[in-house]
């Protein structure tokens, strides 16, 4: 896909949607400075063109219990057929994983996961990851402390060649 072409103002739009995703059109109308029919339009467009991809509710760990948190690095054993597809395939299944990259490195997976606690989070090491198809090597780093976090996207106008 093909890099969309923003101005300031679509940038001001998708930056406060990303903080305030259930702002009224009006509301967001004002704090960019447009009528509300502009920003109405302006909006749609971005929706369509695929820069919004869709709108969600962010969710407290914390209130929902998930004490928690470790990145997974996944080695995998390459002489088995299939073996990123069968990976790939019972890694969906698993709800602790709320992230999945293939990176590149000494690992060909970076996970993402929450678990309850570490009874929890455990489990499903013993139990799903190192029972999943050709798995070889695991190695986990639980979060002490987040510095920073942030699941939007950098929302700024491209800089000029040469900066």
């Known amino acids: ?9 679509d940038c001001r739009i998708l930056s406060v949607l990303q903080n305030e995703g259930r702002i009224s059109n009006l509301d967001l109308a004002e704090r960019i400075s447009l ?11 971005l929706e369509e ?8 509710a962010c969710l407290n760990r914390d209130a929902l219990g ?10 995998m054993r390459n002489d088995q057929d299939n073996w990123h597809e069968r990976f790939a395939e019972a890694m969906h ?13 000494e690992s060909h997976y970076l996970l993402h996961v929450l678990a309850h606690s570490l009874k929890h989070f455990s489990d499903f090491v013993l139990t799903k990851l190192y029972k999943a198809p050709g798995v070889m090597d695991i190695r986990s780093n639980i979060v002490l402390q987040t510095l ?9 106008l491209p800089q000029p060649a040469g900066r």
């Open 49 to 56: 063109q695929g820069v919004i991809e869709r709108y969600r």
């Open 148 to 156: 920073k976090e942030d699941s939007g996207v950098p929302v700024t």
């Open 66 to 75: 998930f004490e928690l948190e470790a990145f997974v690095q996944v080695s």
């Open 1 to 9: 896909m093909n890099a969309i072409s923003l101005d300031a103002t």
């Open 93 to 105: 299944d698993w709800p602790e994983v709320v992230g999945a990259f293939v990176v590149t490195g």
């Open 35 to 45: 009528s509300p029919s502009a920003c109405l339009r302006r909006l749609r467009l």
